[in-house]
C-alpha cells in the first residue's frame, strides 16, 4: 500500500468497497485503516473520492511509513480527509504505540504508566487511539493459531476502560450522522481526548 500508484489505488479501494457494501446491506464504508499502517498519498487521494471520512494508517513508530512528522493529534490532509493517527508516547529516542496487544501494556500497572504518558509527555500526545485487532481477545498456541484461552485479555479490557473512564477519558464517536456529516462537529474535537480540571 506504500507504494500504489493512482491505477492500483483505484482498484484496490473500488473493491474494497464492493466486497464491503456486498456483506453491509449496501452500506458504504466511511473510515479506513491498511494492515501494517501502510499508505501513500495515491491511497488517500482515492479513499477521499469514495467518499471516506477517516483514515487512520498514519503511525509515528513505522519507520517505512511515506510520512514521518512525529507525533501528531487527529489532523485533515490537504484533500480534506481526516487522519485520526494511532496515538503513541516517547520511549528513548523512538515512540511506544497504543496498542491493546502489546505485552508491555497487558497488565494494569502497565496500561496506567502508558495513558498517563499520553498526558505527560510534551506535545501532542494527548490523544488515545487503542489499536486493537480481531483477534485481540485471542492467544497464539504452539501452532501459530489463535485460540481461545480464557477470560484474562477480556478482564483487562475491562478493567481498561473503567480505568480511561475514572480518569476522564471520553469517547469521541466516529460513528456518521448521515453519508456526509461526523456524528460529532468537527468543532468540537478539541486537541486533548482528555478533560482537565
Not at 175 to 180: K, T, V, Y
Amino acid at each position: 500500500m506504500n507504494d500504489v500508484d493512482e491505477r492500483q489505488a483505484d482498484l484496490i479501494v473500488d473493491w474494497l468497497d464492493e466486497q464491503y457494501q456486498a456483506i453491509s446491506s449496501g452500506n458504504r464504508p466511511s473510515a479506513f485503516r491498511g494492515g501494517g499502517y501502510r499508505y501513500n498519498h495515491a491511497l488517500l487521494r482515492k479513499l477521499h473520492r469514495n467518499g471516506y471520512q477517516v483514515s487512520s494508517n498514519y503511525n509515528p513508530t513505522r519507520p517505512e511509513q511515506v510520512d514521518q512528522f512525529g507525533p501528531r493529534l487527529p489532523f485533515t490532509w490537504s484533500d480534506g480527509l481526516l487522519e485520526v493517527p494511532i496515538s503513541s508516547v516517547p520511549q528513548g529516542d523512538k515512540y511506544c504505540m497504543s496498542n491493546f496487544n502489546l505485552k508491555r501494556l497487558f497488565g494494569m500497572d502497565r496500561f496506567r504508566r502508558h495513558v498517563d504518558a499520553l498526558v505527560d509527555a510534551p506535545g501532542p500526545f494527548a490523544h488515545l487511539v487503542l489499536v486493537m485487532h480481531s483477534w485481540s481477545f485471542l492467544e497464539l498456541d504452539e501452532h501459530g493459531h489463535y485460540q481461545f484461552v480464557g477470560d484474562a485479555l477480556m478482564n483487562h479490557f475491562d478493567d481498561a476502560m473503567s480505568y480511561l473512564r475514572a480518569s476522564g477519558w471520553h469517547n469521541l464517536p466516529m460513528r456518521l450522522a448521515s453519508p456526509n456529516t461526523y456524528g460529532i462537529p468537527l468543532d468540537q474535537v478539541t486537541p486533548t481526548a482528555r478533560q482537565t480540571s
